[in-house]
């Protein structure tokens, strides 16, 4: 099984991904466009079970899209680095 390390920018947060992500993309819509600051933004889905923490608590931001999807992005709160994002079903 694949196993990935990353985390943020300044190594406060460290995380661990096993298996192969479910889906890869490049996402245009609006919000991943403010999110990067790019016109896309690139995106690995993984289930929840597959993602162990290493070190360091992200911080949590939610809202509402134009769509009416509930958006969650978790991301450092020292050096902003954005690091996972949940779509409410």
């Known amino acids: 099984m694949a196993e ?9 947060i460290r995380y661990e991904l096993s298996g192969d992500p479910d889906r890869i993309a490049i996402c245009h819509c609006r ?4 999110r990067t600051g790019a016109p896309f933004g690139s ?3 993984f289930e929840t079970s597959n ?3 290493l070190k360091g608590k ?3 931001y939610s ?3 134009e769509s ?11 050096c902003a680095s954005t690091l ?3 779509l409410d079903k």
């Open 31 to 34: 919000y991943c466009q403010l």
């Open 43 to 45: 995106l690995a889905y």
């Open 51 to 53: 993602v162990k923490m």
């Open 4 to 12: 990935y390390q990353g985390g943020c920018l300044c190594g406060d």
């Open 58 to 60: 992200p911080s949590n």
């Open 84 to 86: 996972f994002m949940q």
């Open 63 to 65: 809202f509402t899209s």
């Open 68 to 78: 009416g999807s509930g958006w969650q992005t978790e991301f450092c709160s020292r």
